[in-house]
C-alpha cells in the first residue's frame, strides 16, 4: 500500500506559478507510475502528467510548455511544477499511482491523494 498526500494549491493569478507536491508513504513511489490528474467542478478528471518508474513523462496538450512533473526519490515525493496559469487551469488537483504501465482513464490507477485545490483568478 501506499499513502499520497497532495499539498501546494491555492489561489493565484493568471500568468503566475504554483508547485504541488505529492508525498508518498509506505512504498517507495519510484516503483510506480504517478500521475497528476485534475478535476474541474461538473467536468471528469484528466491526466495531466505522468511519471513512469523509469523517469520517462509525458503531458496532455493543455499541459504542454507549461508544466513539468519530477521525482526526487530522497524525498519520496512527486512534483508538478505548473507555470504560465490560466483560469481554465482551476480545479482540484490529484496524485495518483499505479503499478505497470501507464493508462489515460483514471478508473486504473489504485492509488490517490486527497486533492488540493488550485484556483487561478484572471
Known amino acids: 500500500q501506499v499513502q499520497l498526500v497532495e499539498s501546494g494549491g491555492g489561489l493565484v493569478q493568471a500568468g503566475e506559478s504554483l508547485r504541488l507536491s505529492c508525498a508518498a508513504s509506505?512504498?517507495?513511489?519510484?516503483?510506480?507510475?504517478v500521475g497528476w490528474f485534475r478535476q474541474a467542478p461538473g467536468k471528469e478528471r484528466d491526466l495531466v502528467a505522468t511519471?513512469?518508474?523509469?523517469?520517462?513523462?509525458d503531458y496532455s496538450d493543455s499541459a504542454k510548455g507549461r508544466f513539468t512533473i519530477s521525482r526526487d526519490s530522497a524525498k519520496n515525493t512527486v512534483y508538478l511544477q505548473m507555470n504560465s496559469l490560466k483560469p481554465e487551469d482551476t480545479a482540484v488537483y490529484y496524485c495518483?499511482?499505479?503499478?505497470?504501465?501507464?493508462?489515460?482513464?483514471?478508473?486504473?490507477?489504485?492509488?490517490w491523494g486527497q486533492g488540493t485545490q488550485v484556483t487561478v483568478s484572471s
Open positions: 495518483a499511482a499505479k503499478s505497470g504501465i501507464v493508462v489515460r482513464s483514471y478508473t486504473y490507477w489504485g492509488y
Open positions: 509506505g512504498r517507495t513511489l519510484s516503483s510506480y507510475a
Open positions: 511519471i513512469t518508474s523509469r523517469g520517462s513523462t
